[in-house]
T-cell receptor, first 112, second 116 residues
Framework: AQSVTQLGSHVSVSEGALVLLRCNYSSSVPPYLFWYVQYPNQGLQLLLKYTSAATLVKGINGFEAEFKKSETSFHLTKPSAHMSDAAEYFCAVRGYYQKVTFGTGTKLQVIP | GAVVSQHPSRVICKSGTSVKIECRSLDFQATTMFWYRQFPKQSLMLMATSNEGSKATYEQGVEKDKFLINHASLTLSTLTVTSAHPEDSSFYIC????????????FGPGTRLTVL
């Protein structure tokens, strides 16, 4: 079985501040981990993915995430928030049978 | 990158009618496509996995007779919501995976279904 827990359904940061979105996972097999962004009434866009190579993964729009096996975490960060980063972010894990399980999402609000 | 399209992007229908949603991989062949449903302010829930040329595999609790899935070619999968009811109103998103061995899914833009 596999699962994803995203801590905090809503996160607010000031423009220019650090963005930290938390994700913890469980998986009975070595996982592939993903972060997706969703803008209102749109599909999902892949931000970055971990596939057992480098533990620090860099993605689009200045985001990065670090895979920490000991903590079963894959937190998403960005050094300086931009207004255009306001969206909903989903962490996902892919385990057995190629199935992808999504977290419940974190809505990021950027305050000017 | 790989592009997945969905049609229509929005559909409004009367209760009791059927609605077909298409999912196409535009520039690659997809042996497997996935259908998700997303209720307001919730995460994506996998409904079914569709493999080209075979029957779809439905997740527990998803009625296969209500949500008909056809994956007739390597670039097209369709989801038909039969006898739609207001509780079927949701955002339906498909994704497509490249041929076996590649681990990334590419998501379509979604279809907003509203059943009156």
């Amino acid at each position: 079985a596999q699962s994803v827990t995203q801590l905090g359904s809503h996160v607010s940061v000031s423009e220019g501040a650090l963005v930290l979105l938390r994700c913890n996972y469980s998986s009975s097999v070595p996982p592939y981990l993903f972060w997706y962004v969703q803008y209102p009434n749109q599909g999902l866009q892949l931000l970055l993915k971990y596939t057992s190579a480098a533990t620090l993964v860099k993605g689009i729009n200045g985001f990065e995430a670090e895979f920490k096996k000991s903590e079963t975490s894959f937190h998403l960060t960005k050094p300086s928030a931009h207004m255009s980063d306001a969206a909903e972010y989903f962490c996902a894990v892919r385990g057995y049978y190629q199935k992808v399980t999504f977290g419940t999402g974190t809505k990021l609000q950027v305050i000017p | 990158g790989a592009v997945v399209s969905q049609h229509p992007s929005r559909v409004i229908c009367k209760s009791g009618t059927s609605v077909k949603i298409e999912c196409r991989s535009l520039d690659f062949q997809a042996t497997t496509m996935f259908w998700y449903r997303q209720f307001p302010k919730q995460s994506l829930m996998l409904m079914a996995t569709s493999n080209e040329g075979s029957k779809a595999t439905y997740e527990q609790g998803v009625e296969k007779d209500k949500f008909l899935i056809n994956h007739a070619s390597l670039t097209l999968s369709t989801l038909t919501v039969t006898s739609a009811h207001p509780e079927d109103s949701s955002f339906y998103i498909c994704s497509a995976r490249l041929l076996a061995g590649v681990n990334e899914q590419f998501f379509g833009p979604g279809t907003r279904l509203t059943v009156l």
